[in-house]
Antibody, heavy 122, light 110 residues
């Protein structure tokens, strides 16, 4: 069964860092691009970043560009989101999600993790 | 302000057909695949429709998607109380170089 499991969330002060992980199982991880999507309390879905299957393509939302870095370790079936210079408006549940077609980046998401909560507050 | 425009809420009585619209532009909906997700409070989004009008296994055939020009729609026929959720459309935007989500539509079954 295809699974994505996020971890690494928690509380952080403004300006500090956190690293989120997304562990995959049940499919050929190295064939798929993966997105990070977040949802602030009571708000809608906001796309954060995507990484291609081979790490050659990485895109970021303008709200996180220069502060967040997405990466992957295909030997560990894991995606990472390094979040630096955190701000209170980064407070959200962070989901990782698989692109529904192997290799491509520009398609939508078919499998989502359960999410991990990040709270940024002084 | 979302790039894709959805009504904040729709409602229907059991058995009715409910339609949720998603309005975009030539940079997104017209030339890229539209996806629809449902989300219950406190849970992860779930894929309902992919590539404009395809249903994943397990999604009933009373759920359907369509697209025309720069707009897309999700229709749920024979709506049931368990269909109450928030529904999001999503599509790649060529101008932004990223996927974009609609603001979400809350479906209430009266």
């Amino acid at each position: 069964q295809v699974h994505l499991v996020e971890s690494g969330g928690g509380a952080a002060q403004p300006g500090r860092s956190l690293r989120l992980s997304c562990a995959a199982s049940g499919f050929t991880f190295s064939d798929y691009a993966i997105h990070w999507v977040r949802q602030a309390p009571g708000k809608g879905l906001e796309w954060v970043a995507v990484i291609s299957y081979d790490e050659t393509v990485k895109y970021y939302a303008s709200s996180v560009e220069g502060r967040f870095t997405i990466s992957r370790d295909n030997s560990r079936n894991t995606i990472y989101l390094q979040m630096n210079s955190l701000r209170p408006d980064d407070t959200a549940v962070y989901f990782c999600a698989r692109v529904e077609q192997p290799v491509v980046v520009y398609f939508g998401m078919d499998v989502w993790g359960q999410g991990t909560t990040v709270t940024v507050s002084s | 302000q979302s790039v894709l425009t959805q009504p904040p809420s729709v409602s229907g009585t059991p058995g009715q057909t409910v339609t949720i619209s998603c309005s975009g532009t030539t940079s997104n909906i017209e030339f890229n695949y539209v996806y629809w997700y449902s989300q219950l409070p406190g849970t992860a989004p779930k894929l309902l429709i992919y590539r404009d009008n395809q249903r994943p296994s397990g999604v009933p055939d009373r759920v359907s998607g369509s697209k025309s020009g720069t707009s897309a729609s999700l229709a749920i026929s024979g709506v049931r109380p368990e269909d109450e959720a928030i529904y999001y459309c999503e599509v790649w935007d060529d101008g932004l170089g990223s996927p974009v989500f609609g603001g979400g539509t809350k479906l209430t079954v009266l």
